[in-house]
Antibody, heavy 113, light 112 residues
Framework: EVQLVESGGGLIQPGASLRLSCAAS????????MSWARQAPGKGLESVSI???????NYADSVKGRFTVSRDNSKNTVYLQMNSLRAEDTAVYYC???????WGQGTVVTVSS | DVVLTQSPLSLPVTLGQPASISCRSS???????????FIWFQQRPGQSPRRLIY???NRDSGVPDRFSGSGSGTDFTLKISRVEAEDVGVYYC?????????FGQGTKLEIK
């Protein structure tokens, strides 16, 4: 059974950094393309970043230069390093497999002073 | 970016009656490999999203056959043949043909 478990969210001040983790089971992250999506309060869903099976990455314009996606094959885990956080990054962050096939439960990131 | 426009945004339905949601794309979603990477997913209150339909019309394992997807190119439809109480939630369309992957605004289905 595929499972995605996100962690690392929390309340953080503007300008600070946070790293989200997505621990996967039931499949191998290095053989799939994995993405992060977010949903801000009262807003729609937005794709944030993607890492494919070759390790190639891409980002939404809104986070380019601030966020970095990576993975640790030995831990079967995907990460989202978020730097220079802004209030508008406040959202529930979901780890997603294969363009929507499976979703984690989400982790809440709140950027506020 | 590809813009996905869903309608309606609110869908009150009587139990046992059919329901239909439309999603229109600003660009063709046919990938260079010939596939159309378009999905429908459901988000029940307090739960994570769950994919229902992939590549336009393929139902995921465990999804009741009252759900069906159709369409091509830029116009897509999700149909529920007979709405049940457990179908309450928000339905989204999503494309993963082109980065950034984009989503419709969501359609909130409620029971009348």
């Amino acid at each position: 059974e595929v499972q995605l478990v996100e962690s690392g969210g929390g309340l953080i001040q503007p300008g600070a950094s946070l790293r989200l983790s997505c621990a996967a089971s039931g499949f191998t992250v290095s053989s799939n393309y994995m993405s992060w999506a977010r949903q801000a309060p009262g807003k729609g869903l937005e794709s944030v970043s993607i890492i494919d099976s070759g390790g190639n990455t891409n980002y939404a314009d809104s986070v380019k230069g601030r966020f970095t996606v990576s993975r640790d094959n030995s831990k079967n885990t995907v990460y989202l390093q978020m730097n220079s956080l802004r209030a508008e990054d406040t959202a529930v962050y979901y780890c997603v497999r294969l363009g929507g096939a499976d979703w984690g439960q989400g982790t809440v990131v709140t950027v506020s002073s | 970016d590809v813009v996905l426009t869903q309608s309606p945004l609110s869908l009150p339905v009587t139990l046992g009656q059919p329901a239909s949601i439309s999603c229109r794309s600003s660009q063709s979603l046919v990938h260079s490999d010939g596939n159309t990477y378009f999905i429908w997913f459901q988000q029940r209150p307090g739960q994570s999203p769950r994919r229902l339909i992939y590549k336009v019309s393929n139902r995921d394992s465990g999804v009741p056959d009252r759900f069906s997807g159709s369409g091509s190119g830029t116009d897509f439809t999700l149909k529920i043949s007979r709405v049940e109480a457990e179908d309450v939630g928000v339905y989204y369309c999503m494309q993963h043909t082109r980065w950034p992957y984009t989503f419709g605004q969501g359609t909130k289905l409620e029971i009348k």
